[in-house]
């Protein structure tokens, strides 16, 4: 355990912070959740963990506690982080969507513009060179129509001069056309005998050539056979012909580019030196050739264009003419392109040499055999190599139909480019183009734009991001605050539903707890009844156990409260209606709580209104509850003053006398009034049909008061004026709670009312009902025609005006003192004035008093009643026995009655007595004692009167009288402190009986202390009449008038005792007897004769049972259940019949017993028994008594304690109620009381 | 051994068995109720509650055995033991007997068979007790003793 204990706490602070603040932040939450599951774990690991102790109990509750509100963390947080990640995801998702809008149809748009452009671009140079190659053809055709024109002119010239004119014809078309044709590099005519004619334009040096060759070199004849070899030389004519002129001479002479002018002289010039010379081996076939060519003197290629001239008859080929043209202008217009719009174009054959580029890179290779075409993967510039090469790599040979190719992201180097080839399809010179833009021309800028709005989007959702999750957080922050409160809500719930379940435990709890503690208070008040029942008691110890006799009974009736409380708790409260004595009751609230005022320096008053019913109906526990929770409360918080309770009627029919009330009561009364007329007429009649009453009361106390804002919040439970006051006076705050149920529950209402001067004033009312012969019996004495007069010398100022006030109301004029002084003085003036005739003056009294004394001194022969508080006595010194000769001076004017305090001490009451005052009453003075005491003084000066005239035995009777007056007061102190129960009027009278048993058993002199403790247990005392031998000046001729006075005592007794009220009856001596038996070791048989039926199922219960009976007497049969309990009765009653019609039939063995016994005088049923329960077999006696009009009296054996317990006995027939364990004395008076009452 | 001996030791054990809470108050009055007319009472009375308690425990485990346990017969049975444990004053065993019931009446079949357990355990053990103490009343009889009455002196 030590171990354990040891543990708990650090676990304790671990978890506690889980608590502690529900509301920290994310991360402080996700640490709890850490140091909880931890926390939880090292439970799980822990080996002791598995003891049972309350303690583990409570904290697996906590840890409960604590794991629901980490789930529930968890959830919110999971809750959250689902929100956010969808809201990123939405986010993410538009942004990328609008990006790819964006990006994709400004991309298709450029792209398509794009391709526009290329495409554009790159038509124009094909056009160009389609319109090249156009015009070559065009001139080729011209000039070889030209040719063949004039070859046909001069057809087989057979002459050096026809051949020259030939020539010379021929070359001046060829110069006609290729001066038309600026464009044209060279035109050449190869004739079939090997002349050679060519006009060449050198484009950078701008001349203009012609070449022609050696004309002495051909002969004209050669053409015969070159006619007739002409399928044969069609192959031969080529090259070797023309490498069969290779020796020839070739001349070049400048020209005038214009005119056509020699300029220069001619000089010769190898063959094939400048220009190239279509030969007829490049028309193979007869058909147009077109071939690129490169040439020496020109760094672009060229393209040539070869045509046969074919003779008259279209059968030979006589001449060759060739054109060619310089692809330079393509180049130019490239160039120019590419200029514009940035990019690469360049122009290859099919086979991939380069034709022209935009570029400035050669186009020809220098080898050493001249210059060369090159291919395209090996040009200069690397834009075009690496377009080529990329080219090739991706379609080697393979280009797709057409060559069209349109790449848009071929990455050349580093840079992305365009590549779009077009394939330009001659049937003798196909050609492809390539144009390779860079990409970042087109889509620089919309790339350029598309980052940048990427970055854009992307900082903006991500700021969207930020702000939503911020917004969730919020959001779910505030969800999940009212989650927390709903929690807590449920929580406190399920709290209050545990504490609701744990008062049920304790209204359980306190249901099963009654008997035990029920058992050891009865134990304890029996033991102390059988004290007192003791003789060889002295006083002071006799006094003492009554004391605690009291106290015990108070603390019964405290038990009885408590266990009732838990009733009124769960609403099970019944109020009980029953007669009672309400001013006794009160009275006697007033004498139990003066004994502590007396310590607080408190003056306790009681001040009921003549008007108020000596009997009313309704709860007396209840009520008299109200009233000492109140004066309780009043005590605790008054330190000084007084606290009074005051009590009026208002009957309906009767108005209310203004005068019985105290001035500062009237106001809120009739606005109480008021109040009540308004809530309604209904209650009244109703109050008027019930014969209800409404009784007011006020209890008033000087004490420190209480706020009025909390006048209406003291009645809520555990609420107090002020919190400081738990410290300082104690208490629950559960008193005014308790006295506001019950005096709702009595129809009435309860409030704080605003007084003049400090303290506090609570109001009430109740509804009481009246008997209904409530006749009030008022009867007073007529004081007034006894002459009375009192001088009333008491400390406490209120008690004292209230008495003397309601002297004077019934007409007994009073004076008052406070303190001895003033005492002395009125004495003085009362009887020295007197006698001296009023001359005595140095004595000076106040004027109204004065008059007063006077006016008492007016009256006729007066009986003075002087109450002495004893406080006024200077009891610290010896003073006061000087003070009480002084006072002796007048005993034989004046009655004297002594007011004692509880703590005056025997030798103080002993002097008193000596000196011969016998009339003292504890405090506080009350009406009912000040009645006790004028009514024994006026019987005394009667008496005493009597005595004077020679009529001597009217002395006993008086006395007999006076016991009369002390026998009822000695009854209604037991009624008093009894409330209702039973059992404690049992035993009250038992005692009470047992004494005057005793007393009359012994009849002498030892019977006085008894008759004296009798007489102690009022609170008047008349101790001369009852102790004569402690009375030093005891009369002898009373002594022996004693056994007389016994007789005349006890017959008051009886007559008191056949009153209906009361519920024990001892009707006879023997009776008294019986009941004085009721202390078992005196073995006398009470229950003598007394024949009982014991249904009892416990065997135990059963043999303890049957024993006491028997002891005690009676005739005892037992049966096991219910079923034979029925049976048995039945048997009798059918066994009285039989008997009646003198049948003698008989059944079984124990029907014979029964049978032959006289009826059962009473049935002790256990209420849970097996085959038919008590309440069942109460039930179906009763329907078979119904026939007979018997009622044989059944008590209830049961070991439920509750009321409601009882109530069910009751209800279902039973006269009365036992509780297990059986007691001894209750049982006993139970069961005489029911016989004597069937009896 | 002494008689004078032996009745200070039965008075001593009595004494003991009252403040260890075995008997309470109606034990006494039991024992008041023995006399010449019936000198065994106590030990009949005892003796008959053995009887019906040994008979109640075992209906009562018997009871609690059943898979659907009848709580109001179990009831039934502790009310009746509670009944009788009471009358002879041994305290302790009606106590288990309330706190019994009480689970009775949750119907906490668990906490019911560990209460019965209690009541079995208290039951023995006032049984010992009370054996020994009659044991020991005999002894002094034998001895010729007379059996010294406890006063009401708790």
Known sequence: MAEKSFETPPRRSETSPILASPMGTPLRKVFNRISGIASSWGRKTDPQGRRIFHRDVEQEEFQHASAHCLSSYYSVFVARLAIMVMLAILIGLLTILTWHFTRIYTTKSLNTLAFGLRYELLQRPILRMWNILNSTSEITTAQVKLSEYVIRRYNNPTTQAEQVELYQMMKDITWALFSSRKALNAITINYKNGFVQAFHRDHRSNNTFYIYSDLANYSISGSESYDSKMPSLRQGWNDQYIRGNVSATWYREPLDPVSGERTGKPLPIPPDDLINIAGPSQVPDGVASWHVAVSKSIDSPLLSAALPVWDSSNTSIVAVVGVTTALYSVGQLMKELVEVHSGYIYLTSQEGYLLATSTNAPLLKNTTKGPKLMMAVDSEDHVIRMGAQWLQKAYGNKFPPGHVVHVENANLGRQHYYIDSFFLNLKRLPMVGVIIIPRKYIMGKADERAFRTLVILISASLCILVIGCVCILILTNGVSKEMKLRAELISHLDARRRAEASSNYKSQFLANMSHELRTPMAAVIGLLDILICDDCLTNEQYAMVTQIRKCSTALLRLLNNILDLSKVESGKLVLEDAEFDLGRELEGLVDMFSVQCINHNVETVLDLSDDIPKVVGGDSARVVQVFANLISNSIKFTTSGHIILRGWCENPNVSIDPGKLSPDTKKPLSALKSKLKQHGNHMKKASKRDNKMILWFEVDDTGCGIDPSKWESVFESFEQADPSTTRTHGGTGLGLCIVRTLVHKMGGEIKVVKKNGPGTLMRLFLLLSTPADGIEQHSQVEFAKHSVAVILALHGSMGRLIMSQWLSRNGVPTLEASEWNELTQILHELFHARTRNGFDTHYSLGEPLRSKVHSLQDMRNPVYIIVVDLGLLDLSTIIWKEQLNFLDKFSGQVNFAWVLNHDTSNAIKMELRRKGHILMVNKPLYKAKMLHILEAVIKDSYAERQKRSPNGTKGTAKEGDSHECLEIDSNHFETCSSDDDTFEIGGANSVSSADTGEQQREGTVKSSPSNCQTLKNCLVEFTGLGSELNNLRAEEDQCTGRPKLHDTDQDAKCENSNSPDQLLVCSSPKDRDNSYASKPANGQKSLEGIRILLAEDTPVLQRVATIMLEKMGATVIAVGDGLQAVDALNCVLDGEEYRRESSLQQRSRLQTEICASPLYDLILMDCQMPKMDGYEATKSIRKSEEATGWHIPIVALTAHAMSSDEAKCLEVGMDAYLTKPIDYNLMVSTILSLTERSA | ?154
């Open chain 2, 1 to 154: 051994m002494e008689v004078g001996q032996m009745q200070r030791r039965l008075m001593d054990y009595t004494k003991s068995l009252f403040m260890e809470g075995f008997l309470d108050g109606q034990f006494l009055q039991l024992q008041q109720l023995q006399d010449e007319s019936n000198p065994d009472f106590v030990v009949e009375v005892v003796s008959l509650f053995f009887d019906d308690s040994e008979k109640l425990l075992n209906d009562l485990t018997m009871a609690l055995d059943q898979p659907n346990v009848d709580f109001k017969k179990v009831d039934a049975h502790v009310h009746q033991l509670k009944g009788s444990s009471s009358s002879i004053g041994a305290q302790r065993v009606k106590n288990a007997c309330i706190a019994f019931r009480n689970f009775c009446e949750e119907q906490n079949t668990e906490a019911c068979l560990r209460c019965l357990q209690q009541v079995k355990q208290e039951y023995y053990l006032a049984k010992n007790k009370l054996e020994s103490l009659f044991r020991l009343e005999q002894q002094i009889v034998a001895a010729g003793g007379s059996v010294p009455i406890m006063e009401m002196g708790f």
